[in-house]
């Protein structure tokens, strides 16, 4: 039980002291109990890590010291006095001696064989990981157990297996794995001494080990065991063990170099090669019989996989063959590499000799350059493929040996290990080319003394660093691995400056696998509360921070690596300072950790702030590198935010030390030795570095912090040393002089004139002079002090650290703060300020002075550039002499301004290294080139065999697969070609599968398997992903135009993709979605794009299944997280680029200003101000302009810079910096949009504030106004502006766009799982309702292009096309998506982007592209009519359509329109050259799609929105024009989809293709009975039409097809002139012929000529060879133009089976007929028709050979011609068969007369000298035929009669019966029935005419409902129900991929498919449906019309009664004072005076 607790318990194991092992050891001795041995065991031993002082500790007590009466004694025979050669047990410390194999086999010695067996064990556990002291102890001081007695126990049969296993392990662990032998074959060497390649194989030297005197005979018994083991046993698991042991034996063998020579690798890897092969293994030793067989063949097919006891035994010893397998991989590898490079340094050495030298230069001579392309030089490949075919066959050990076949049925079995092994084994052996290359590009040749020098130190270190890496150490080897940690510390800088990396060692030690061995180191577990037991691994712990930061240091590529793990390294303990140190270098000078650190990672140093506080401020430090990125000296918006959010967090925690009263903070500052002092400036440093950039927030914060008066305060006081009051400058410069609230906000108005400023001037200037007369008397102390950085609180201040301290101080705060105090602050006053001018010169002299001692000693580009900027400020603000400023301008222009800054150590290396680096270089193009070969062209034809010229793989994209045979034979591995179904051809492919299911459920793994897994989990995907595509490559380029054609291969495709989707490709893959790995993520993201690729069904099924099933949540956060993140990063990069462009700007403003001082000489104060104020101001201005308008903006990052001349926008020329057009091109404008139902009009003006809270807000606003740009302003040229701005001119190359989340294969994935239209997916992204946390991705997407619409660019277009993709694929069909889409603004974004139209760097492809794309997303969301229960339940879906058409600027609409016509027309204009332009073709197809794309949506918007008319946004003639030819090209149908009403606007590209003749015909055939039977007849012909219509295309796709169809007509008409002309010559020139007697020779045929008969025969001879050439060609058109079909020929071909008819799953819905259905446009080949074409061939033929009589036949070729004599044939032949009847009837009756005439009048009355033949009945007949029908029989008998009157009667009743029968009845009946059909005829004609007038063909409703209610019956059928258009919609869903479908495109197709035809809107149509709605509409506005009329008219009544009232309540009034003013005149006439 305590042994169960202890094993592999570190923290107990550690706990456990001596005292505990000596009671252990205790009770051993007391009681012989073998569980004690395994209790010392896991003592030794923890988690595979040896406890050294453990196992020395217990070798001494229980083995050295005491009577040791607890140990079994084991010898050799004639040591002891026994048998020589047998081995003896003795349990009695050596008294008796038992036989060992007496021992095992006596019975009750169970006990004692078990203690012996754990004390065996035990011994393996003291010696575990080359423990010299107990190895020694054992085998050579105390003789407990020699080689001799191992490998005697070894090979003795006799003994159990088990017991065999056990000497064997010990024989591994004591003579083999020893400190002597070191491991050579288990890694790839990297690094190779020049001087030392060669093409001979390295041989290690071994003879000094001891395992190499005994590896001969161990060889011999290797090579035998393994031979008579060849096949295993599954029953015996004992034996089965012994060889895993044995193997493992041979593992270390093979590692450590003993098998080198080519005889013993040949002799060890056959009997492996057989042991792995488990179609060899049987169940038995012993298998005789019938039922044996049997069961050998069941365990060999299906029991040997399966899992168990007896099959994990031989599952683990397999495992173990192919690990040794894999060592000799690397082996091959090693050597195949350095075959490589001895290539490399042949050719390069013959290269640089000196001609002649070695009699011929190399054939490899150009692969050694970059620019070298060896595939266009095939000769150069072929010799380049043959060298490394030699070193492939030197090498190939493996040859010879079945090892796929093996390898593939490994994995097989139910053992996840041995598949992963299996796999990745395989993966090596079809990498080898590819490994060989990669490897060899990484690779490193030391050419210099002190590269071989490190090289060296490395190979004799790195064996005891790999030893002690995994190991609990003595001290002993504690102070051994610091040693060795110190030594690689020093390789890493230059010598004599730790702050200067050294990139070649830091090469070399990356090369030898430095870093993977100091993570082995950093994985082990400390326990803090043993600190004191774990001082030496905590020293070990700091000093590989130490070396992984030096080797960090400017490297990225380490930096890149290390930042994978950094949340393993946060994790470490006890190294705090070391640790933060360490992760502090990762962000420096590398933008992109800076961006990638998450906040979770922040929380997390945020929180080891608050737990280690003041004993490691560094912490602090780091927190300041991740918010600055160094590169740029520009800090990161976001991780400003992640710091002070979580800094206010922990503020109780952090910040007591910046909480405490001013007193207590100034006691601080001012003792050196406080240990709050360097947490206090680290944390004023960090509080600063995040209030740069003027965050207002922070700002706010900080100030609550510290006031100005304090600041100034410590800034003034001279007891605080300058390097302390350093972080208080930068805290007041960003946080109160350059804050985003300006200056009276903060606080800072007052600073100008403040008196403790100026006496901080003061304070300046005397520092300066200190600095520089220091630096003048000491220049060498001064230039090692200004390049290195001085401590952040130094204990004991000398003269020098002060000095240092100044320094740095001066240019990290000092300078910055001038810039802005006298940029934006300093206002000279003379009248009220008169020293301030005073001062600033006296400070300008000072910094000149300065400048003019520091600068040469400068060695820091930065500090230079501030140098140089501070002093351009200061000269600009002072009023200096001009030959004072001109001095500096000088000084500048050819002194500082081209300093070489570099360190001497720096130039010291770079000479010394000049030539290491660039063989390097070359090597690496040299292995890229080769590379390059062996891959081929990247052809499809060239990498698969398909006959294509399409690129095969996107190299250098995220779609990359490797190129070369090897890949491809990789993939034959998983493919069963003779398999009979899909599923089956790719079962293998599970195993693929299988492998990333086991890879996701892998832990505990070493950095080397980490990366080893990860390389084969890459390779896995891509081998997967490469089952896909290349099926997917066999497409054609454009297939998606008419996809229909490449069905049969997009079935394959499927099938694919369903067999990977049945082996769990979905579940196994997505599992890596959450991978920390880029990489990974990448290609599982590309795999599936694959697997969705074309949408296929079944994978959406299965991730919908997958997504409910698990409610996984990690895929949509994965993807959520993402695109979060990327958009972050995207903001930052437009904020950092913002404050670059900002700073170049402020560096251009001030130089300008400097020139004008040097121009006027010394400027007057005010003028001075003005300059500044208006330099402060332009500059402000123009970072507005640069951010929110973008009209600066018109260059590509990294461009040069150039000054815009345009005075109507901007200013003059020199004014301002030109921004360049990254990532930032135009910035949007605000995105204000209305709740749905009332969005904003576009015509609404919106004031555009920052994108998206990003930017640079303006600077402190100046006190003064700014004067206006005078004619004088002084201009900047480019070089000018580049000489200024050194390394910043155009440096923003990591500000450029980049897709860092692979957001473009993430949205592509989204619209693949949404592909046609599949509604759960669709509803699921948007909402998962069963998982605890949903995320709407729909949104999510939506909300993405809100980073993106602003900066549209080359590089972020691909992006923004693929969004609005996506979103058209979330759209579609579905009113809940569209409806979130909408709500997110996505039409003010569309809008925006139309707007500008024109991106910088995008070709017009692109922007058409991006045009179309959003087209699609408005047609998506606005094609659809809301459903009619979304209408009557007022659903707010329901007005989606109408608000997504009114919130869509139709101007803007309209202009893209017109913008498309007008460029489709200069297209038309192109040259010939242009023409011939790859895309030329493609860009006129896209601009046209384009056009009718936007003129459809114009019309919907005209459809939706009532009221409007075209009027509206068509004003210019350009539109109308543009408006007439769109419309011209468009159609529309209405369709039902449920019980709604739609309409489908749509391009025709062709209306010729529908021929006259075929809509004539199918007018009078169709049948017409009732309107379900006109859309089945419609239906019907439709299919005959669309195929005859791609039969005519094919025609006339080939030029001379295309001639002969447009010739039809007047080749036919030609030849019947021709026809004329002869027979018209034939009629005048004939005469009879002659015989000799000049008579009329009547037996001739050959007629006489009036004209010469050579004459005649010319003519007959050229016209009638015209006319059989036009014949020829009719016929061969007529052939073409109607395909006719050989009935007999394909029904034998279907008979047989050799169809050539596409398979029925291939077909189209128009293309699935029933063979023996007829065709209604079919010609068969035997027609009537087709053989009158024969016939006119052939006559035309025989009439120029027969002298023209045959041309006549041709004359009745006009009625072929002419309509109206082809209906009368037609009225002939329409009832022929009934005419032929009749025929056939009176040929009957005649016939009966002829019998007659043969009986009674033969010879009397038919006499044959008058013609008339009787003799026979035959003649009989065809006298009365003949006669009977010309001149009726009563003539032939009229000259024969007599008297007789019987004859008369007799010849009368003849002669009257036939004329009434034949003449009369027959003829008669002939006549009616052409007439009838004459009267059938004109009558159909009559009522399909009738129907077509009156009745609509779709609706069937009649054309009074239409002329009643609607816009007109004719409107109607010619636009709304066109028959012909519902043909051309079949004709667009046929050429457009059904994935590019719309809902309702896809309805109707749908319908289609499923030979359903209810889309047609039978007894409907929208015009009356709408009319209904608009006279309800009338009637209820007529209602409220009505009723306010009313109300106005009630309101207006009680006005006149108010006012009738008021009238008489006046008139009332008036008359009242009417009579009082009468009373009043009475009462004066009746008053008297009085008297």
């Known amino acids: 039980m305590v042994m169960e607790l202890i094993k592999d318990n570190r923290k107990i194991v550690d706990r456990i002291t001596h005292k505990h092992i000596d009671t252990f050891i205790d009770l051993l001795q007391r009681d012989k109990n073998y569980r004690y041995l395994d209790l010392l065991s896991v003592l030794c031993v923890c988690e595979d890590i040896n406890i050294s002082d453990n196992q020395k500790y217990i070798t001494e007590v229980w083995l050295m010291k005491g009577n040791r009466n607890c140990v079994f004694y084991t010898d050799l025979g004639q040591k002891i006095g026994k048998v020589p050669g047998v081995v003896y047990v003795s349990t009695n410390m050596g008294r008796t001696w038992t036989d060992l194999r007496d021992f095992v086999q006596r019975e009750g010695a169970d006990e004692s064989y078990l203690f012996l067996e754990h004390q065996l064990e035990l011994y393996g556990m003291l010696c575990h990981g ?186 683990d010893a397999k495992c173990q063959a192919l690990e040794v397998l894999d060592l000799f991989f690397d082996f091959i590898l090693n050597q195949r590499l350095e075959k490589f490079i001895n290539m490399f340094k042949v050719t390069h050495t013959e290269m640089n000799a000196p001609s002649g030298f070695f009699g011929h230069k190399t054939e490899l001579a150009p692969m050694v350059y970059s620019d070298c392309d060896p595939l266009k030089s095939p000769g150069l490949v072929k010799v380049a493929l043959r060298r490394l075919a030699e070193i492939f066959d030197s090498t190939s050990f493996l040859k010879g040996y079945n090892l796929v076949d093996v390898l593939k049925d490994l994995t097989h079995y139910k053992y996840d290990e041995i598949i992963r092994q299996s796999l990745n084994l395989l993966d090596r052996y079809y990498s080898a080319y590819n490994d060989l290359f990669s490897r060899a590009v990484q690779a490193q040749v030391c050419i210099t003394d002190r590269s071989v020098e490190v090289y060296h130190i490395l190979e004799k270190v790195l064996p005891k660093m790999r030893l002690y890496a995994s190991a609990r150490l003595t001290d002993e080897q504690t102070i051994e691995l610091c040693t060795i940690l110190d030594t690689l510390i020093k390789t890493c800088h230059l010598d004599g400056e730790e702050d200067e990396p050294h990139p070649v060692n830091q090469t070399i030690l990356y090369n030898h696998g430095i870093i993977e061995l100091c993570f082995t180191i950093l994985t082990q577990k400390i326990d803090t509360k043993l600190l004191a037991q774990y001082s030496g691994q905590q020293k070990i712990f700091g000093k590989t921070f130490i070396l992984l930061k030096l080797m960090a240091r400017l490297n990225k590529l380490v930096q890149n690596r290390l930042f994978d793990r950094l949340d393993l390294l946060l994790k470490v303990q006890g190294v705090e300072v070391e640790l933060a140190e360490c992760i502090a270098e990762l962000f420096v000078g590398n933008t992109k950790t800076c961006m990638k650190i998450t906040g979770k990672q922040v929380q997390t140093v945020m929180s080891m702030v608050a737990r280690c506080k003041e004993t490691v401020p560094q912490f602090l430090d780091l927190l300041n590198a991740v918010v600055k990125v160094e590169e740029l000296d520009l800090p990161i918006k976001r991780n400003q935010g992640f710091v002070m959010q979580y800094f206010m967090q922990f503020r109780a925690d952090v910040a007591y030390v910046i909480d405490q009263d001013e007193s207590a903070r100034e006691k601080i500052l001012m003792d050196n030795s406080h240990k709050d002092l360097q947490y206090l400036v680290a944390m004023m440093d960090m509080l600063a570095t995040c209030a740069e950039g003027e965050n207002q927030f922070i700002e706010s914060i900080c100030q609550t912090i510290f006031k100005i008066p304090e600041l100034m305060r410590i800034l003034n006081n001279p007891k605080v040393s300058d390097n302390l009051k350093r972080p208080f400058l930068r805290f007041i410069l960003w946080v109160y002089l350059n804050s985003a609230g300006g200056m009276i906000e903060s606080g800072a108005g007052d600073l100008p004139h403040d008196k403790a400023m100026w006496n901080y001037i003061e304070t300046l200037n005397k520092t300066l002079k200190a600095v520089t007369d220091y630096s003048r008397e000491n220049p060498r102390s001064a230039k090692l ?223 080397k398997e980490k990366l080893d897994q990860v390389n084969l989990d890459i390779k896995t995907l891509q081998l997967l992903r490469g089952l896909i595509y290349n099926e997917i490559c066999k497409l054609p380029e454009g297939w998606e135009q008419n996809s229909s054609d490449h069905r049969k291969q997009l079935r394959v495709i499927d099938q694919v993709q369903d067999a990977l989707d049945n082996c769990g490709a979905v579940g196994s893959v997505l599992d890596h979605l959450s991978r920390p790995q880029d990489e990974v993520v990448r290609e599982v993201l590309v795999f599936m794009a694959n697997l969705l690729y074309n949408g296929n069904e079944s994978v959406q099924i299965s991730l919908i299944d997958f997504f409910t099933g698990t409610r996984e949540e990690t895929f949509f956060f994965s993807i959520k997280g993402r695109m979060t993140m990327s958009a972050i990063a995207t903001r930052e990069k437009r904020h950092l680029f913002a404050m670059h462009q900002a700073r170049m700007e402020d560096a251009i403003q001030q130089a300008k200003a400097l020139k004008i001082a040097m121009k006027t000489g010394q400027l007057a104060t005010n003028e001075i101000t003005k300059a500044n104020n208006f330099g402060s101001f332009l500059s402000s201005n123009m970072q507005k302009s640069a951010l929110n308008l973008g009209s600066a903006l018109n260059q590509k990052l990294g461009s040069s810079l150039s000054v815009r001349d345009n005075a109507s926008t901007s200013p003059k020329p020199g004014t301002s910096l030109v921004v360049a057009n990254g990532i930032h091109g135009d910035p949007p404008p605000a995105i204000s949009q209305s709740p749905r139902g009332s969005a904003l009009s576009s015509s609404v003006s919106v004031k555009p504030p920052m994108p998206n809270g990003v930017g640079v807000t303006s600077k402190v606003s100046p006190m003064t106004k700014p004067v206006q740009e005078e004619d004088e302003e002084e201009e900047l040229g480019e070089d000018e502006i580049k000489e200024l701005l050194g390394e910043d001119f155009g440096q923003t190359g990591d500000l450029e766009f980049e897709d860092d989340g692979y957001i473009e294969l993430v949205l592509r994935i989204l619209g693949l799982m949404c592909d046609n239209q599949y509604r759960p997916l669709q509803d699921y992204l948007r909402e998962q309702p069963d998982n605890i946390k949903s995320a709407n991705l729909v949104a999510e997407t939506t909300r993405f292009l809100d980073i993106l619409y602003g900066s549209v660019n080359s590089k972020s277009m691909p992006l923004i096309c693929q969004l609005f993709d996506t979103l058209v694929e979330f759209c579609s069909g579905n009113f809940a998506n569209q409806a979130c889409v909408f709500d997110n603004k996505i039409c003010d974004y569309m809008n925006h982007i139309l707007r500008m139209g024109v991106f910088k760097g995008c070709s017009h492809m692109e922007v058409y592209g991006l045009k179309m794309s959003i087209a699609t997303v408005i047609r998506a969301m606005s094609e659809e009519n809301a459903p009619q229960d979304f209408i009557q339940t007022e659903n707010p879906l329901a007005t989606l359509a109408r608000e997504v058409m009114e919130s869509v600027d139709e101007h803007i609409l309209m202009k893209t329109l017109s913008d498309a016509y007008t460029h489709m027309m200069n297209l038309t204009k192109a040259s010939r050259k242009e023409r011939k332009d790859d895309d030329y073709d493609d860009l006129c197809d896209l601009v046209q799609d384009v056009g009718y794309a936007y003129f459809q949506i114009l019309l919907r918007k005209l459809a939706i929105e009532k009221g409007m008319t075209k009027e509206v946004f068509v004003k210019t003639k350009i539109d109308k024009e543009a408006w007439d030819y769109f419309d011209q090209g468009t159609m529309s149908i209405e369709v039902l989809k449920g019980e709604d009403l739609q309409t489908i606007y749509f391009r025709v590209r062709d209306k010729s293709v529908l021929r006259e003749d075929i809509k004539e015909k199918f007018k009078y055939e169709v049948d017409r009975s009732t309107p379900s039977n006109k859309i089945r007849g419609f239906m019907d012909w439709s299919s005959d039409i669309m195929q005859d219509i791609k039969y005519q295309r094919k025609v006339l796709a080939n030029p001379v097809g295309r001639i002969l169809i447009k010739m039809w007509l007047p080749m036919n008409y030609a030849a019947l002139l021709l026809s004329i002309l002869i027979c018209t010559v034939i009629m005048i020139t004939w005469r009879d012929p002659k015989d000799e007697n000049g008579d009329s020779d009547t037996n001739s045929r050959v007629p006489i000529f009036s004209i010469d008969e050579n004459m005649y025969f010319y003519f007959l001879y050229i016209v009638g060879g015209i006319h059989n050439f036009l014949s020829v060609c009719i016929y061969v058109t007529f052939l073409l133009s109607n395909n006719p079909s050989f009935p007999p020929w394909q029904f034998f071909l279907r008979l047989i089976g050799k169809s050539n008819e596409k398979e029925e799953e291939f077909k189209t819905w128009n293309e699935r007929k029933n063979p023996y259905d007829t065709n209604n446009l079919e010609l068969n080949i035997y027609s009537i028709k087709a053989l009158y074409y024969v016939v006119f061939v052939a006559c035309s033929i025989l009439g120029t050979i027969y002298y023209g009589y045959f041309f006549s036949f041709h004359l009745l070729h006009i009625a072929e011609l002419n309509q109206l004599l082809k209906r009368v044939i037609q009225a002939v032949t329409t009832n022929g068969m009934s005419l032929l009847l009749v025929a056939l009837l009176g040929l009957a009756i005649m016939f009966i007369y002829s019998l007659v005439g043969f009986a009674f009048l033969r010879e009397r009355f038919f006499k044959e000298d008058e013609g008339r033949h009787c003799r026979t009945v035959a003649q009989c007949f065809v006298t009365i035929t003949h006669h009977g029908f010309v001149d009726v029989p009563y003539t032939t008998f009229e000259g024969a009669m007599d008297s007789d009157i019987n004859d008369v009667i007799m010849l009368s009743a003849i002669d009257v019966t036939f004329f009434i029968l034949i003449t009369t009845i027959g003829l008669n009946i002939i006549f009616g029935v052409i007439v009838d059909t004459f009267s059938q005829l004109r009558d159909s004609k009559w009522e399909i005419d009738k129907d077509m007038q009156n009745n609509c063909f779709i609706c069937s409703r009649e054309s009074y409902d239409f002329e009643r209610q609607g816009k007109g019956f004719e409107k109607h059928v010619k636009s709304e129900h066109n028959q012909w258009a519902y043909l051309f919609f079949f004709i667009h869903l046929d050429e457009t991929r059904p994935n590019d479908y719309s809902a309702l495109e896809l309805h109707v197709y749908n319908m289609l498919d499923l030979n359903r035809f209810e889309f047609f809107p039978l007894n409907r149509a929208l015009c009356l449906q709408s009319d209904k709605y608009d006279t309800d509409e009338m009637i209820e506005q007529l209602q409220l019309s009505i009723k306010a009329l009313d109300l106005k008219l009630s309101n207006q009544m009680m006005m006149v009664q108010f006012m009738a009232n008021k009238i008489k309540e006046d008139d009332a009034h008036k008359l009242q004072e009417r009579e009082k003013k009468k009373q009043k005149e009475w009462e004066d006439t009746q008053k008297t005076p009085r008297e």
């Open 130 to 315: 080359q423990n010299e002291f107990s190895i020694k102890v054992i085998t050579q001081e105390l003789n407990y157990l020699t080689w001799e007695e191992a490998f005697t126990c070894l090979s003795d049969e006799v003994l159990p297996d088990q017991l065999r296993a056990r000497y064997c392990m010990l024989i591994t662990t004591m003579f083999v794995d020893i400190s002597e032998n070191q491991a050579v074959t288990d890694k790839v060497k990297l690094s190779y001494i020049y001087e030392e390649v060669d093409n001979i194989e390295d041989v290690v030297d071994r003879t000094g080990s001891t395992t190499y005197q005994f590896f001969p005979t161990l060889n011999d018994w290797i090579s035998k065991f393994l031979g008579k083991n060849s096949d295993m046993t599954a029953s015996e698991i004992g034996n089965n063990m012994l060889v895993r042991q044995v193997l493992r034996l041979v593992h270390y063998l093979v590692s450590f170099g003993f098998y080198y020579k080519i005889e013993d690798i040949k002799k060890l890897l056959e009997p492996l090669m057989s042991l792995l092969d488990g179609r060899n293994d049987k169940p038995y030793p012993n298998i005789s019989g019938k039922d044996g067989e049997e069961i050998l063949k069941h365990f060999r097919k299906v029991g040997r996989y399966e899992r168990g006891q007896e099959t994990k035994a031989i599952v």
């Open 785 to 1007: 002090l200004v390049k290195k950085a001085p401590p952040k609180v130094a204990r004991q201040l000398t003269r020098e650290i002060i000095i240092q301290g100044s320094m740095h101080y001066l240019f990290d705060a000092v300078m910055p703060f001038l810039q802005i105090f006298c940029k934006n602050y300093y206002q000279p006053d003379l009248t009220m300020y008169p020293s301030e001018p005073q001062n600033m010169d006296i400070l300008a002299r000072n910094f000149k002075d300065f400048m003019s001692v520091i600068g040469p000693l400068i060695s820091n580009e930065a500090q230079m550039k501030k140098l140089n900027a501070v002093m351009t400020t200061l000269m600009s603000a002072s009023t200096l002499p001009i030959t004072e400023i001109q001095e500096f301008q000088e000084q500048i222009g050819n002194g500082n301004g081209h300093l070489d800054v570099r360190s001497d150590s720096k130039k010291a290396y770079d000479s010394y290294y000049e030539a290491e680096d660039e063989i390097n270089n070359q090597l690496n193009d040299f292995s890229l080139n080769m590379k390059k070969t062996y891959g081929g062209n990247n052809t499809v034809q060239a990498q698969i065999g398909f006959p294509s010229d399409l690129p095969y793989s996107e190299v250098g994209g995220d779609e990359e697969l490797p190129l070369g045979s090897e890949f491809q034979e990789h993939l034959e591995c998983f493919i069963n070609r003779q398999a009979k179904t899909p599923r089956e051809k790719y079962a293998l492919a599970s195993k693929l599968v299988k492998m990333m299911s086991i890879s996701s459920s892998l832990t505990n793994l070493s950095e």
